[in-house]
């Protein structure tokens, strides 16, 4: 169950970057569920991680490894978050670390640990260790699509992008994978994602590209308001390509960037198309806020509301709902006559009320899309932000029911 298409474009080969996937029988037999990425030596690495203090074992080493040396590998399993495992969670990671680097004449700095799946479990790490191997063979240049169903816990599909590019005469490619589905919640959510150039680009200058493109993408979307122990955001540069860049002020870089937040926004909202149980894609959007922190507030309560998610599902033009959330989110003397509310291009509310011209049946047209869009006008300022989220259906009920089944 997903919104929209099924897209498995061809991804382009990302210059200095090998991927290989293989069953390892973490949790479930006959399912890929253990990734490698080999990243060529000179280049750099950037990332976010989630900001749930209870962030998980492996979350904690690869802040660590990521900061230290260069990295050379991303080890990724599914099945186990190894989370909430105490120390003896921590020396597993370690140990997969280890492990990979004596197999690969690398430090176990140079080896970052990820995972996702099932909190509290012990990671059986003697199926990763027996596993190397195999997954170090599997390496491919053309790994992509494999890696990237690698990685899925309850997604239906993988989610992929590619761009190929010119910049002042300069080609460059990047080309990146993420899951996530539930638990999906800004500060990242239960979601893993690797974002790749052939782009030559100092750390320093990495790692704050890579903030910019996560503020404005995986840091505006929710399914369920819940924050995980294991999200990553990773943005590696190869440097094998013919682009550098050496100033964020300068065209080249901001042309870069303009580029990489169109990727990370497509690997975001695929997130969001697939969520558990999803059956519609909402855009909230919130103009005229006194700032950008009162426009995510309303955005996120709306977002949130369990009563509207669940109207979503039901597609059930409830628009009293919207009004309801859009008034327990904080805006201080929020003047409720000026604000509007819409539905794609029929106006709900203004004047504090329904709209004169409202008409129930131009509302159940809009809410009958799978494609749904939300737009409030709190009239307070110019500050305008938007998020993506889904509705809340009994399937999802469900997948969470018996997520440990």
Known sequence: ??????????????????????????????????????????????????????????????????????????????????????????????????????????????????????????????????????????????????????????????????????????????????????????????????????????????????????????????????TSTNDCCMLVATGKGSLEIKDLQSEAAKEFQSELNRTFEQLATDLIRDAEGATKFITIEVAGGASEQECLAVAYTVAESPLVKTAFFASDPNWGRILAAIGRAGVIDLDLEKVTVALGDTLLVSSGAVDEDYRESAGQAEMDKDEIWVSINLARGQAKEKVWTSDLSSEYVRINADYRS
């Open 1 to 226: 169950m997903a919104v929209g298409p099924d897209r498995e474009d061809r991804i382009a080969a990302v210059e200095g970057i090998r991927l290989g996937a293989v069953e390892s029988h973490i949790r479930y037999a006959k399912r890929l569920d253990l990734v490698l990425v080999e990243i060529a030596e000179g280049s750099t690495t950037a990332g976010v991680f989630t900001q749930n203090a209870f962030c998980a074992a492996p979350v904690r080493i690869a802040k660590k490894h990521v900061e230290a040396v260069a990295s050379r590998y991303f080890l990724i399993n599914t099945g186990n978050a190894n989370a909430g495992t105490g120390s003896k969670g921590e020396a597993a990671a370690m140990a997969c670390c280890e492990a990979l680097a004596e197999l690969t004449d690398t430090s176990a700095q140079q080896v970052l640990p990820f995972s996702t799946g099932v909190i509290g479990e012990q990671l059986p790490y003697e199926k990763i260790l027996n596993s190397l191997p195999a997954l170090s063979e599997a390496l491919a240049e053309d790994g992509w699509l494999l890696a990237a169903r690698g990685i899925m816990t309850t997604d239906t599909r993988p989610k992929l992008s590619s761009a190929s590019l010119e910049i002042e005469g300069a080609k460059v490619r990047l080309s990146g994978f993420a899951k996530g589905s539930g638990m999906i919640r800004p500060n990242m959510a239960t979601m893993l994602a690797y974002v790749f150039t052939d782009a030559r680009i100092a750390k320093n200058l990495l790692d704050e590209i890579l903030s910019r493109a996560v503020k404005s993408s995986f840091n505006r979307i929710t399914v369920d308001g819940d």
